[in-house]
């Protein structure tokens, strides 16, 4: 007897997180992870949802891609989505900090400079369940 098709939703790759118009926080995801998880779902035969911050790693054709770039935008989409999804996947590497202000214009170059940043609230905690729904992250 056949599995019927599970419904995938992938997070993928990293946030940045803006300081001026030309500087961001992020980190060194590819969205490798992400990639190789929606190929074995939809290799699998799930049908296959992916929400991915930036990268070059292409994403598989067959997979519905939302791209997005801050982790703000990452929960929007992710609660979204969610409703959806029989499994959310949470690969994304999700930044844990933002500046605490974003400034309009290129700040200046300094000898010395500070940041003060605040955190990231944890996205995953913070999405809507659903009985049966399974939840992984890492």
């Known amino acids: 007897m056949r599995r019927r098709a599970l419904r995938v939703l992938i997070a993928s790759g990293p946030t940045r997180e803006p300081i001026d118009p030309v500087r961001f926080l992020s980190n060194y995801s590819t969205g490798l992870m992400g990639r190789c998880l929606a190929v074995e779902a939809l290799r699998r035969g799930h049908r296959v949802r ?10 598989p054709r067959g997979a519905r891609v939302v791209w997005v770039e801050q982790a703000q935008q990452m929960q929007q989409a992710l609660r979204r989505q969610v409703r959806w999804a029989d499994a959310l996947i949470m690969a994304a590497a999700v930044c844990d900090f933002r500046p605490s202000t974003r400034s309009r214009q290129k700040l200046p170059r300094r000898p010395h400079a500070s940041l003060s940043l605040s955190v990231i609230p944890d996205i995953v905690g913070a999405l809507p369940r659903r009985k049966g729904q399974v939840i992984a992250g890492f």
């Open 50 to 59: 992916v929400v991915s911050g930036p990268t070059s790693v292409p994403l």
